[in-house]
Antibody, heavy 120, light 114 residues
Framework: QVQLVQSGAEVKKPGASVKVSCKAS????????ISWVRQAPGQGLEWMGW????????NYAQKLQGRVTMTTDTSTSTAYMELRSLRSDDTAVYYC?????????????WGQGTLVTVSS | DIVMTQSPDSLAVSLGERATINCKSS????????????LAWYQQKPGQPPKLLIY???TRESGVPDRFSGSGSGTDFTLTISSLQAEDVAVYYC??????????FGPGTKVDIK
């Protein structure tokens, strides 16, 4: 069965960076993309960006351009999301989700989420 | 970017009764060449990641109970829970995936038991 297992919770100071991992199993990693979605406490879902595990193409939310980088390691079937220059409003649960390359959009499988807390 | 709105913000329904959630997009998400609406619905229970319920506006994801159904076209869509069960208490989100990213989400609708 498809599994996406994310790295553990992080506490960071403002201005620092965080890198969240998402290890995939149960499917051919390079046949899909990975989207990243975050959710601030008590708030809704915010799409952050997407990476193709096939060729590394990326697409980022405009508001995060310049601060976010998404990568993949096909040798370990792992996706990464790095967010830099952290601010207090980056405090959120960060999710990775599997997305078909053939039919972009619906997020069929999700990781368990990684809580990132930004606090001085 | 396409803006998604949902109504109501929250609703409380008696067990076994129907729950109806509305979603509206700022522009049509119907792709004329294939007559498909690029609209998905997700369910999120407290402390859990979202779960895909429906895509193409009305296609149920494998394993989703048939009491969940999606309808609508163009800019107006509805998620219906035909007979609310206790395990359906959750927040429900719509998402459009028309054209290019970002594939925006609606703000969510909270469903509770009356």
């Amino acid at each position: 069965q498809v599994q996406l297992v994310q790295s553990g919770a992080e506490v960071k100071k403002p201005g620092a960076s965080v890198k969240v991992s998402c290890k995939a199993s149960g499917y051919t990693f390079t046949s899909y993309g990975i989207s990243w979605v975050r959710q601030a406490p008590g708030q809704g879902l915010e799409w952050m960006g997407w990476i193709s595990a096939y060729n590394g193409n990326t697409n980022y939310a405009q508001k995060l351009q310049g601060r976010v980088t998404m990568t993949t390691d096909t040798s370990t079937s792992t996706a990464y999301m790095e967010l830099r220059s952290l601010r207090s409003d980056d405090t959120a649960v960060y999710y990775c989700a599997r997305e078909s390359i053939a039919v972009a959009g619906p997020l069929h499988d999700w990781g368990q989420g990684t809580l990132v807390t930004v606090s001085s | 970017d396409i803006v998604m709105t949902q109504s109501p913000d929250s609703l409380a329904v008696s067990l076994g009764e129907r729950a109806t959630i509305n979603c509206k997009s700022s522009q049509s998400v119907l792709y004329s060449s294939n007559n498909k609406n690029y609209l998905a619905w997700y369910q999120q229970k407290p402390g859990q990641p979202p779960k895909l319920l429906i895509y193409w506006a009305s296609t149920r994801e494998s394993g989703v109970p048939d009491r969940f159904s999606g309808s609508g076209s163009g800019t107006d869509f509805t998620l219906t829970i035909s007979s609310l069960q206790a395990e359906d208490v959750a927040v429900y989100y719509c998402q459009q995936y028309y054209s290019t990213r970002p594939f925006t989400f609606g703000p969510g609708t909270k469903v509770d038991i009356k």
